[in-house]
Structure formats: C-alpha cells, structure tokens
C-alpha cells in the first residue's frame, strides 16, 4: 500500500528546552520522542500512532497501537485549532495549537508508549495559484481552510519529531471490523471523523519486515 505520503517534510526545530531522553531521543518542545524503529519508506516497526482529521478550527485524533490486522485502542482527543481570538497569523497560532494538542494526546498515554507517528487524512484538491481567485470563491475559501489546517497538524508533528504524513481519503482501508472493536474500546461518540482518524492511523500500522 502507498497511500501515505510525506509533502514537503522540514527538518525538527528544537527549541533550547531539548533534552536527552531515554534511548537517546531528544524532546522537542515538550513533546514525547519518538521510538528508534526499523523502517522502509513510511511504514512503522512498533509504538503508537495517531491519525488525525481536521475540520473547520479543530481535529479529531484517534491513537492506536498493535499492528494494521489487529490495532488497538490506546486513546482519542478533540484539540482546537484556533483560539478564541483571531490571530494576525492564523497558520502559527494553528500550529502551535495542533502541537499543544498532541503533545496532550501523548501525555495521556502510558509511560512506555513511543510515538511511532502521526498521519492527517487528506483530500486530493487542486486550489487556484493566487490569494485573489481563492478569494473570488466561497468554496475555495473552505478548500484553502482544509488545506491549513492540515498543514499546520502536519508541521506541528515534526516540530515534535515525530515521522509525519498525508493519507489519502479514497486510499484508506474500509476496516469495518476492526474498527467496530477500537469503537467498542473507545467508547461514545464514536462518530465518521473518529472512524476516519482511527482508519488513517490503521495505515501507518503496516508491518515492517521483522515485525510479528
């Protein structure tokens, strides 16, 4: 499978607050590091995953673990994405709430969980090359949205060091009954974003060679 892809992936900015963790990973910006894993191209050896579906100020987030045929439940999180002021930057104060989502999300798991990854669930769209023709359409107002949301989640991850990728929506795996089993686990609501975040993680739970 090779759904997922890894746009425009940018270095990890540390901030001077980095320090060693176990295992030699360094922690950026507070966040949880991320496990040393065996991996080919995107597809992830061990630890938690998170996939992620933004919508309009906010994401839904779906952690799981174990493996694509049989992932487990290992939290969720609504996060905003705007604060209750409208900021002059938008795409900052988006990323900067994406990562003090995640690393909440992160914080909420056990102790010995790494986080192997996170991966945002995104819609093929191709948006006009201007400001001013995105601005002559209100569909394209809410495309161009979709699209810095998704943007901020994605660098707000690898401000955190973690592997960071785009899934594409018509590529993820129906899964109904593993993702009935997560449900059960999760508990209510467990509505279509919760269901899409839980299949965009079950693709970064591919085996890697070696894996059980």
Do not use: N
Not at 154 to 170: D, F, I, K, Q, T
């Amino acid at each position: 499978m090779t759904a997922v892809s890894d746009p425009a992936a940018g270095a990890g900015v540390h901030s001077p607050r980095d320090e060693r963790r176990p295992g030699g990973q360094p922690g950026v910006d507070g966040c949880r590091p991320a496990r040393s894993l065996a991996t080919v191209g995107w597809v992830t050896g061990g630890g938690v995953v998170i996939g992620v579906v933004t919508r309009t100020g906010s994401a839904v987030l779906v952690a799981l673990s174990g493996s694509a045929d049989a992932p487990r439940f290992a939290a969720r999180r609504e996060i905003g994405l705007v604060p209750a002021t409208l900021p002059a930057q938008p795409y900052h104060a988006a990323e900067d709430a994406a990562m003090a989502g995640l690393d909440a999300m992160a914080s909420g798991l056990p102790d010995s969980s790494a986080i192997a990854g996170v991966a945002v669930m995104v819609k093929a769209i191709s948006l006009p090359g201007s400001l001013a023709e995105v601005m002559r359409s209100h569909a394209w107002l809410h495309a161009a949205e979709g699209v810095l949301y998704r943007e901020a989640v994605l660098a707000a991850a690898r401000r955190c060091g973690w592997p960071a990728h785009a899934a594409e929506m018509s590529a993820l795996p129906a899964a109904e009954l593993r993702l009935a089993a997560i449900g059960l686990a999760a508990g209510r609501p467990w509505r279509r974003t919760e269901k899409d975040a839980a299949r965009t993680a079950i693709i970064m739970l591919q085996a890697a060679p070696g894996r059980p």
